[in-house]
């Protein structure tokens, strides 16, 4: 394995009975065994984040808990017009949001300004179901037998501390009602978990990248990790997880979001070239967000477990920073 990183073989508590972070749940899976029973009120951060790429659309899909508020979401673009359909929504006091504790265990429901998400998860996969003006979304996720995705927590200190699953590459069949317009998702199509449990510093700013194609998948991460001894970076090949301990140099043009990316580090050299920006802010006074997805193509190459060099042509994805005041 290319890190120093501990692997979790086991379920384990996120947190002590007291709230901290419990010492023993720092490390990394390939599967989801972290039970996220987040105590207290005021910092805590709940999301369901699911993105769906298809050879016709991309779709986003956000449940979220703040505690202070929820920030739900539903964004779909055409890939050969370049239209876009968004529709967000902020519930004081995330009143009516229900998430599960477990990872791919139970359901997630949050409704409000006109957007209604519903996840209900189950052993053999996930259904997501999605609502809002002239936009209905109704999916099914298999979990195929075997696949394996990346969960991770990452320590700032023990009150302070993120626990993130992302799974890349999913198979995903279903319907996308727009306008009255009718598109089945199946053949060509994946989907990208990335669930997340935590108690935040109030201010922060990440990196992520997800790329597909089939039989390998890439996650990276970087910055919000930087120093804390842990990293979301991972190659997936026929599903199985190759964990990559390196923090990662991230190098794009923020005066031109669509200029080619580059994340580099030991065992990474990763090109991203972009042919959409979807840029997303929140502002509610002291609180705020903005966050630049880059959809695109991936290049470069990954080292695998075994050392070996895996070529990264012809993956599909994105590519984003955000910056988080909450």
Same mark, same amino acid.
């Given at each position: 394995?290319?890190?120093?990183?501990?692997?979790?073989? #086991?379920?384990?508590?996120?947190?002590?009975?007291?709230?901290?972070?419990?010492?023993?749940? *720092?490390?990394?899976?390939?599967?989801?065994?972290?039970?996220?029973? !987040?105590?207290?009120?005021?910092?805590?951060?709940?999301? %369901?984040?699911?993105?769906?790429?298809?050879?016709?659309?991309?779709?986003? !899909? @956000?449940?979220?808990?703040?505690?202070?508020?929820?920030?739900?979401?539903?964004?779909?673009?055409?890939?050969?017009?370049?239209?876009? *359909?968004?529709? +967000?929504?902020? *519930?004081?006091?995330?009143?009516?949001?229900?998430?599960?504790?477990?990872?791919?265990?139970?359901?997630?429901? /949050?409704? &409000?300004?006109?957007?209604?998400? %519903?996840? +209900?998860?189950?052993? &053999?996969?996930?259904?997501?179901?999605?609502?809002?003006?002239?936009?209905?979304?109704?999916?099914?996720?298999?979990?195929?037998?075997?696949?394996?995705?990346?969960? /991770?927590?990452?320590?700032?200190?023990?009150?302070?501390?993120?626990?993130?699953?992302?799974?890349?590459?999913?198979? @995903?069949?279903?319907?996308?009602?727009?306008?009255?317009?009718?598109? %089945?998702?199946?053949?060509?199509?994946?989907?990208?978990?990335?669930?997340?449990?935590?108690?935040?510093?109030?201010?922060? /700013?990440?990196?992520?990248?997800?790329?597909?194609?089939?039989?390998?998948?890439?996650? !990276?991460?970087?910055?919000?990790?930087?120093?804390?001894?842990?990293?979301?970076?991972?190659?997936?090949?026929?599903? $199985?997880?190759?964990?990559?301990?390196?923090?990662?140099?991230? /190098?794009?043009?923020?005066?031109?979001?669509? =200029?080619?990316?580059?994340?580099?580090?030991?065992?990474?050299?990763?090109?991203?070239?972009?042919?959409?920006? =979807?840029?997303?802010?929140? #502002?509610?006074?002291?609180?705020?967000? %903005?966050?630049?997805?880059?959809?695109?193509?991936?290049?470069? $190459?990954?080292?695998?477990?075994?050392?070996?060099? @895996?070529?990264?042509?012809?993956?599909?994805?994105?590519?984003?920073?955000?910056?988080?005041?909450?």
């Amino acid at each position: 394995m290319l890190t120093h990183e501990r692997e979790i073989t #086991e379920p384990v508590d996120l947190c002590l009975p007291d709230g901290r972070l419990n010492p023993a749940a *720092v490390g990394w899976t390939r599967r989801p065994l972290h039970r996220a029973d !987040l105590r207290g009120w005021g910092r805590r951060k709940r999301w %369901e984040y699911w993105g769906i790429v298809t050879p016709s659309h991309i779709i986003g !899909l @956000v449940a979220s808990s703040l505690d202070y508020a929820g920030v739900h979401g539903v964004y779909v673009l055409d890939r050969a017009s370049r239209a876009e *359909v968004s529709h +967000d929504a902020v *519930v004081p006091l995330a009143r009516g949001a229900r998430f599960p504790a477990v990872s791919g265990a139970g359901t997630a429901r /949050v409704e &409000g300004g006109g957007v209604r998400v %519903e996840i +209900d998860q189950e052993p &053999g996969g996930t259904r997501l179901r999605a609502y809002a003006p002239d936009l209905t979304l109704d999916l099914e996720i298999p979990l195929p037998e075997g696949h394996e995705s990346l969960g /991770v927590v990452v320590p700032w200190g023990p009150r302070r501390f993120q626990y993130t699953v992302k799974d890349v590459g999913r198979p @995903v069949h279903g319907r996308l009602v727009l306008g009255g317009a009718e598109h %089945e998702v199946g053949e060509g199509a994946f989907a990208v978990l990335d669930h997340g449990r935590g108690r935040w510093p109030y201010s922060v /700013v990440w990196n992520w990248a997800a790329g597909h194609a089939p039989g390998l998948s890439v996650q !990276l991460g970087g910055k919000w990790t930087d120093g804390t001894g842990s990293t979301e970076n991972a190659l997936f090949v026929d599903g $199985r997880l190759h964990k990559i301990g390196a923090e990662l140099e991230w /190098v794009y043009d923020r005066s031109d979001w669509l =200029k080619p990316w580059r994340i580099a580090g030991d065992g990474v050299e990763v090109e991203f070239t972009p042919f959409h920006e =979807k840029i997303s802010r929140t #502002e509610l006074g002291v609180v705020g967000s %903005e966050t630049h997805q880059c959809f695109g193509h991936f290049g470069g $190459r990954v080292r695998a477990g075994d050392g070996s060099w @895996v070529t990264l042509d012809g993956l599909t994805g994105w590519a984003e920073e955000a910056r988080q005041r909450w």
